[in-house]
């Protein structure tokens, strides 16, 4: 299995600029999480979709994040316009998750490491 | 309060010296708990369930008290190789998973 695959590794982008960030999750998982990590406020829950339906929502920061779910192998979290605090690095998660119990062991991709100029 | 609260650390224990880490939850309601490992600049990785009755997993044991609303960490005989950050993760219900912030371990030689 490749695991949960994350892309781009690293992005560099000027303030206002768009960024979208890029998960496939692991084939087979129902349950997808964003979460962002910064020194200052560690690994924050962004949103998560169960069956490619965004259940909780709260955690995302402001109107610029948004973060879609078309199908169950991919997922975009979209920045715009990005500004100098939005830079973290970014790791998405996937599980297999039973209705009755809720999410199960979550496995992360390498994360995607922002940068706001 | 956070949801879920650890001592940041760091930690700086010599090798073979055992290493305990609290954690603290906020929502009684919690149903499920695991300790992740993160090594720098790299993604989180499980490290062990956490089971009501505790549970060992070699050099590693985990325990939960629900009435004060802790989970430890225990690490007997440390190696270098245990350097890392050490993140309480607690399902607060359904599907929403929360992470601790996490306490730093350096172990030296």
């Known amino acids: 299995d490749a695991g949960v695959i994350q892309s781009p590794r690293h992005e560099v982008t000027e303030m206002g600029q768009e960024v979208t960030l890029r998960c496939k999750p692991i084939s087979g998982h129902n349950s997808l999480f964003w979460y962002r990590q910064t020194m200052m406020r560690g690994l924050e829950l962004l949103i998560y979709?169960?069956?490619?339906?965004?259940?909780?929502d709260s955690g995302m920061p402001e109107d610029r994040f948004s973060a879609k779910m078309p199908n169950a192998s991919f997922s975009t979290l979209k920045i715009q316009p990005s500004e100098p605090r939005d830079s973290a690095v970014y790791f998405c998660a996937s599980s297999w998750s039973y209705r009755s119990s809720g999410a199960n062991v979550l496995t992360f991709g390498a994360g995607s490491r922002l940068t706001v100029l | 309060r956070k949801e879920v609260e650890q001592d940041p650390g760091p930690f700086n224990v010599p090798e073979g010296a055992t290493v305990a880490f609290n954690c603290t939850y906020s929502n009684s309601a919690s149903q499920s708990f695991f300790w992740y490992r993160q090594d720098c600049r790299k993604e989180p990785k499980l490290l062990m369930s956490v089971y009501s009755s505790g549970n060992e997993d070699g050099r590693f044991t985990a325990q939960l008290n629900r009435a004060s609303q802790y989970i430890s960490l225990l690490i007997r005989d440390s190696k270098l190789s245990d350097s890392a950050t050490y993140l309480c993760v607690v399902k607060a219900g359904g599907f929403k998973t929360i992470f601790g912030a996490g306490t730093r371990l350096f172990v030296k030689a």
């Open positions: 979709f169960n069956n490619n339906v965004p259940i909780d």
